[in-house]
């Protein structure tokens, strides 16, 4: 969406934003419900951080960091709503912030193959042929899709339609 600069969501917005609070909740899991409150509120404060600097290095446009944002959050607060009553167990809590900083170096950089589906879904669906990239996108220089987008395309499982030219 050109107006919004919306191209997708960030990423990195959304992941901060879904992992912070909930590693901060597991970790302080044993301790009052007032503690474990404020490490998700600073869970959710350091994924907004994430989002914000995806924007100040012109990585994503406001829209796009704001609704990765939303995405990440909403997927934490459920976690957590649902895990609030949970009994910390015998887990403690170096061998989650072990885990979590181990799953964090071992994926950094790790391309998953969502990345390239959701780019296939939205070339099909817009009848691009490549992605934008965002520079050439903001100053103007795009190609216009080589096919009518998915969207507009008629129905193949219906019976084409015939136009007699002869009437007309």
């Given amino acids: 969406m050109r107006e919004l600069d919306f191209t997708g969501l960030s990423g990195h917005a959304v992941l901060s934003t879904a992992v912070y ?10 301790a009052r419900p007032a503690f474990r409150l404020v490490g998700v ?25 704001i609704t990765g944002c939303i995405v990440g959050a909403v997927t934490a607060l459920m976690f957590i709503r649902w895990s609030w009553d949970a009994e910390p167990g015998k887990l403690s809590a170096v061998p989650v912030a072990v885990s979590l900083m181990m799953l964090t ?44 987008p998915l969207s507009q395309t008629q129905n193949t499982l219906a019976a084409p339609v015939r136009v007699d030219t002869d009437s007309v």
């Fill in 21 to 30: 609070p909930v590693a901060l909740f597991l970790m302080l899991l044993p």
């Fill in 41 to 65: 509120v600073l869970g959710l404060a350091a994924g907004i951080a994430v989002g914000l600097s995806r924007v100040v290095l012109d990585a994503h446009s406001p829209s796009e960091a």
């Fill in 105 to 148: 170096v071992g994926l950094h950089g790790v391309h998953l193959p969502t990345q390239r589906w959701v780019t296939h879904i939205a070339l099909k669906v817009s009848g691009h042929e490549r992605p934008f990239i965002r520079a050439r996108w903001k100053a103007g220089h795009y190609d216009t899709p080589s096919a009518a």
